[in-house]
């Protein structure tokens, strides 16, 4: 049998969006007319529907920690930049209305799945130890970070829908916390 022909993998896993956020579910025969290739040459790289939300777990994780990086640069030298950075990102990436299909079903993937949240686990750990180690304040920091996080959830999720004043008003309110001078060691602040 003559080996399918290698593709992009990035336009597969386009595709694999664009089925998930249009159809709700996720189907190799789907992904392959979805990318206009045969189901063969998905599978050739994704031997399953469980190897092809891993990877796009992993590229997404990357795309992410890549953005955040880039945003962080305009704070390099300064306090808190790996936090700051993730604050100008979230500036950056307003969330976009009914344009959350494939969040959500990756979401869902993520619940069933120990080993995909596992994935999400070592890297928000491994965020949560770089922002903490490069905190001035790292109990502000960390009130900061959970903060921007769960603004991030709600948004995602669409628990809620917040105007584009309140969500800059919430950012700059949890760059005020990493900002913060006044806590002490025993975590009170004015």
Not at 15 to 21: G, L, T
Not at 33 to 39: L, Y
Not at 80 to 101: C, K, Q, S, Y
Not at 144 to 150: K, M, T, Y
Request: hydrophobic share 45%.
């Amino acid at each position: 049998m003559a080996r399918p022909k290698k593709h992009d993998q990035s336009e597969i896993l386009d595709a694999v969006e664009r089925v998930v956020a249009r159809d709700g579910v996720l189907t190799i025969d789907a992904v392959a007319k979805e990318a206009g290739v045969s189901k063969a040459t998905v599978l050739y790289e994704h031997s399953s529907k469980r190897d092809l939300v891993a990877a796009l777990v992993e590229r997404t994780i990357k795309a992410d920690n890549a953005f955040n990086e880039a945003c962080e640069a305009e704070f390099a030298e300064e306090p808190d930049a790996p936090l700051r950075g993730r604050i100008a990102a979230a500036r950056h990436t307003p969330p976009v209305p009914e344009g959350n299909a494939a969040v959500l079903s990756l979401v869902s993937a993520l619940m069933q799945d120990r080993e995909l949240r596992a994935t999400f686990r070592e890297n928000q750990t491994a965020l949560g130890q770089r922002l903490l180690a490069q905190a001035s304040h790292p109990r502000a920091a960390r009130l900061a970070w959970l903060a921007l996080e769960g603004l991030k959830f709600q948004q995602h999720l669409e628990f809620h829908d917040w105007s584009e004043a309140e969500r800059a008003e919430i950012l700059e309110d949890i760059e005020a916390l990493v900002m913060q001078e006044a806590w002490n060691t025993g975590g009170t602040h004015d």
